[in-house]
């Protein structure tokens, strides 16, 4: 592949590393696990080491922000971007690993899943990170087919554990469940704990075995998710260790978002609009009716549009061709005095951050402030919740305490703060 040329000096010089020194285990040879195919319930599909300097990673449709984005010029900025991201690496050797493991779907029943494991390939691996992917349309933008961005923070010392959710991957043929918080969360931690065995008999030794979770837009939204599972649920519960979480510009509350959309009679991702109607319509009792929904020419294509998997999200975007909400859906499906919008509406409700869960493991709360995308207004809603605990309950504050970071700013667009996002955690962990 083409090597990237290392062309942004602010973004080189803002990585350079200010005398690393970190506690990882000595160097191992990994050649002596090669054939360790099958372990922990994690199976390999096909692997392979490469050079984290000379891929393209997978940064251009990161959002396709309208049917005017600019795909050439979002491209441009993102390879930019990741050229100085890479510039700093502790080493730029890394392997990838595909396969699969068993999950489950959107009604509960058993399904195989498939993801990617990246690790250094010298083996100093200093936490597992699990990464939940942003918002994609095409399969060929998935983890498992592609270099999911997330991964390239193997290039310093970290395991990164990618899931494709279902509808991506080996379960291209279904229905992404978009924004079905269990659904994709449960699927997130599943490829977790397959995988970690996996790394283990591989005979790479972890250094610190508590967790890194990370998600930016779609995947900011899922990593709550992830540590509310890990937090508070049966299944989960107490699994893994949070070190921290670094949740950047997430829907968490969905049906709050749609307000702000009907409101506001815009989207900044007019492909995130069928994406969510479908995806909640799937996992409900009765399906929604599209039809009732959509207008043309959404609503004889969406089917092609979404689930062939051929479109990433940029071009579903640029083939709706509109960004009112008002020409993308129905008036019926604007209003929610309606019945079956209604419907949809608690459906979004039943899969936002419940207003009763109370993170206790360390949080990083990202989100630009001029973010239409996914509307700033998300991330107060969780500030303002974690705020309010103690006095909703009456708990005195030393038995409430959680570590949380908030970084709130004018990084522009939901695209350009992703880039500040992914560049603050690299400081932050590097």
């Not at 195919?37 to 251009?60: C, H, I, M, P, Q």
């Not at 109370?358 to 709360?365: E, M, R």
């Not at 038995?399 to 400081?427: C, I, M, R």
Request: glycine letters at 8%.
């Amino acid at each position: 592949m083409k090597k990237l040329i290392f062309s942004i000096v602010s973004i080189v010089a803002f990585l350079l590393p200010a005398g690393c020194s970190h506690d990882v285990p000595e160097v191992l040879d990994l050649d002596n696990y090669s054939d360790v195919k099958n372990a922990g319930g994690f199976t390999v599909l096909r692997e392979n080491d490469f050079d984290a300097a000379e891929v393209s990673w997978n940064t251009y449709d990161l959002w396709g922000e309208g049917p005017d984005a600019g795909t050439k010029a979002t491209y441009t900025n993102l390879v930019n971007f990741a050229t100085g991201f890479l510039s700093s690496m502790v080493t730029s050797r890394v392997h990838q690993v595909v396969g699969t493991y068993e999950s489950t779907d959107v009604s509960g029943n058993p399904v195989t899943v498939s993801g990617k494991i990246f690790y250094p390939k010298d083996g100093k691996v200093r936490n597992v990170i699990i990464a939940s992917h942003y918002t994609i349309g095409s399969n060929a933008e998935c983890p498992s087919e592609s270099y999911s961005f997330e991964g390239i923070y193997a290039a310093y010392g970290y395991a990164v554990i990618v899931a494709d959710y279902v509808g991506f991957g080996v379960t291209a043929d279904v229905i992404h469940p978009y924004l079905q918080a269990n659904t994709c969360a449960g699927n997130v931690l599943d490829m977790a704990l397959a995988a970690i065995p996996f790394l283990k008999a591989r005979g790479l030794k972890i250094a610190d075995e508590s967790v890194i979770l990370i998600g930016y837009s779609q995947g900011g939204a899922c990593t709550l998710h992830v540590q509310r599972l890990l937090e508070t649920s049966t299944r989960y519960g107490g699994l893994f260790k949070i070190k921290k979480n670094y949740c950047g510009a997430g829907p968490y509350d969905v049906a709050m978002t749609y307000d702000f959309s009907i409101r506001n009679d815009r989207t900044g991702i007019p492909a995130a609009i069928p994406m969510i109607v479908q995806g909640m319509s799937i996992g409900m009792p009765k399906p929604l009716d599209m039809d009732y929904f959509f207008q043309e020419p959404l609503k004889s294509n969406y089917s092609d549009w979404l689930n062939s998997k051929k479109y990433t999200v940029a071009q579903i975007s640029n083939l709706i061709g509109k960004q009112k909400l008002s020409e993308i859906l129905t008036p019926n499906g604007c209003d929610k005095s309606k019945p079956e919008t209604a419907r949809f509406y608690m459906e979004l409700k039943a899969n936002s951050i419940p207003a009763d869960y109370y993170p206790d493991a360390p949080i990083f709360l990202f989100h630009s402030e001029d973010d239409q995308t996914v509307p700033f207004v998300n991330s107060q809603i969780i500030q303002r919740q974690i705020k309010g605990r103690v006095a909703i309950n009456n708990i005195a504050p030393e038995k409430y305490n959680p570590d949380v970071e908030y970084d709130f700013g004018h990084y522009g667009n939901h695209q350009q703060g992703a880039t500040q996002f992914f560049l603050t955690v690299l400081q932050k962990i590097k």
